[in-house]
């Protein structure tokens, strides 16, 4: 049996699974404009110091947190019942949100200088033709998105079929993906709305109930590692 400080480490990196949530949370309650209707008030929205901290220490953080939280439920997983399926779901998810990740910091730090020229009377940014760089950020934003989602539903799935955390943590990790993502994309192609939509800030509670029950369930004092079961 792994030394109790495994446990504890593993614990904590569980932490960042509620943490994710939270910033994400905290980072969808004050939705940017649709750039499509309101322009100029979109301009001016990216060029606050709110819009920079959102995406660096709200976007930003809380994907680097759900990484290690992911990186963390994978190894907590891999001597459970559904071992396997936890490994293919860690590798999944990790790989989308690096990907994810990086379309981030390209937001971050290049929609406040578009604003920027825009408000000093540089008109015609948002209609120049696309480029290779363009088509190939939509591609990344296809990838950062599906990945992350199918990674997340099978880790949800794992956790309940796993039998070393609570079934219902996994349901609702899974109903949060599925409120942030599915819910989330419905919504912006029924409004066609370019912004983050109500479903987000649902999500994301979500995943903080569900992430944080996993941590407490490995934290709590009379918990066990769990004995190696085949990886099935």
Known sequence: M???????????GLLGLPLYGALTLWSSLDPQPDPDTHYEEWARFVTTDQYVLGHVFGTGLGLLLAIFGVFALGVWLSTSRSGRLGLVAMALTVFGTGIFLLLTGVSAFTAPWEGRA????????????????????????????????????????????????????????????????????AYAVATGVQSTPPTVPVGALLAVLGGGWMAWSVLRPTNVVPAFDGGR
């Open 118 to 185: 825009y408000l000093a009377g540089v008109k015609g940014l948002s209609d120049l033709p696309s480029s290779f760089a363009d088509r190939l950020f939509g591609a990344l934003f296809l990838a950062g998105i599906g990945l992350p989602f199918l990674g997340h539903v099978l880790l949800g799935v794992a956790v309940w079929r796993s039998g070393v955390l609570p079934r219902w943590s996994g349901g609702l990790w899974v109903a949060a993906q599925v409120c942030m993502y599915v819910l989330g994309l």
């Open 2 to 12: 792994p030394a109790p400080n495994t446990t504890r480490w593993i614990g904590t």
